[in-house]
T-cell receptor, first 112, second 113 residues
Framework: QKEVEQNSGPLSVPEGAIASLNCTYSDRGSQSFFWYRQYSGKSPELIMS????GDKEDGRFTAQLNKASQYVSLLIRDSQPSDSATYLCAVSSSGGYNKLIFGAGTRLAVHP | GAGVSQSPSNKVTEKGKDVELRCDPI?????LYWYRQRLGQGLEFLIYFQGNSAPDKSGLPSDRFSAERTGESVSTLTIQRTQQEDSAVYLC???????????FGPGTRLTVT
């Protein structure tokens, strides 16, 4: 069973701080990794994709990937109350099955 | 460009009735997925279509659930003899191909009374 694990949270951070969200996965053959944000009552929204080891930055968001450790993370700098949401980690299943395996999500709460 | 669209956005139905949910993927996306999300829960994979290949139905919870897709176009998810535990948001997503980003539609909120 290929799995993606995330802490359910809630992760509570003060406004302006860095929020660090973590994800581990079991499928060593996975090649692509995604972070989605889901506000309450809304559908998941893609915020980052990463395919190579290292860091990828987009505005206040940085995705980090370490395939050897089977670990992917999302950093949110200068966290804002509007960042409060559930963050879903998704990992492509290897073997050409074209499926994304989703973690259960980490709930982030940014307090003023 | 246009995103994934779903209809209806909300559906209230009586227990025992059949419902049909529709998904219009992004043009050119060969892969289409259906998920279910119960209140406060994670995404539950239901079924996925890849072009003209046989669909992966491994996530369908019972034989009351079925889905169709013709080629790379619209998909319909049908739930027969609805039960109260079918109440959830049904999400559709599409993807251009392996390793590409997957985009979600706004979902259909189904309430079975």
């Amino acid at each position: 069973q290929k799995e993606v694990e995330q802490n359910s949270g809630p992760l509570s951070v003060p406004e302006g701080a860095i929020a660090s969200l973590n994800c581990t996965y079991s499928d060593r053959g996975s090649q692509s990794f995604f972070w989605y944000r889901q506000y309450s009552g809304k559908s998941p929204e893609l915020i980052m994709s990463i395919y190579s080891n290292g860091d990828k930055e987009d505005g206040r968001f940085t995705a980090q990937l370490n395939k050897a450790s089977q670990y992917v993370s999302l950093l949110i700098r200068d966290s804002q109350p509007s960042d409060s949401a559930t963050y879903l980690c998704a990992v492509s299943s290897s073997g050409g099955y074209n499926k994304l395996i989703f973690g259960a999500g980490t709930r982030l709460a940014v307090h003023p | 460009g246009a995103g994934v669209s779903q209809s209806p956005s909300n559906k209230v139905t009586e227990k025992g009735k059949d419902v049909e949910l529709r998904c219009d993927p992004i043009s050119g996306h060969t892969a289409l997925y259906w998920y279910r999300q119960r209140l406060g829960q994670g995404l539950e994979f239901l079924i996925y279509f890849q072009g003209n290949s046989a669909p992966d139905k491994s996530g369908l919870p019972s034989d009351r659930f079925s889905a169709e897709r013709t080629g790379e176009s619209v998909s319909t998810l049908t739930i027969q003899r609805t039960q109260q535990e079918d109440s959830a948001v049904y999400l559709c997503a599409s993807r251009y191909g392996p390793d590409y980003e997957q985009y979600f539609g706004p979902g259909t909120r189904l309430t079975v009374t």
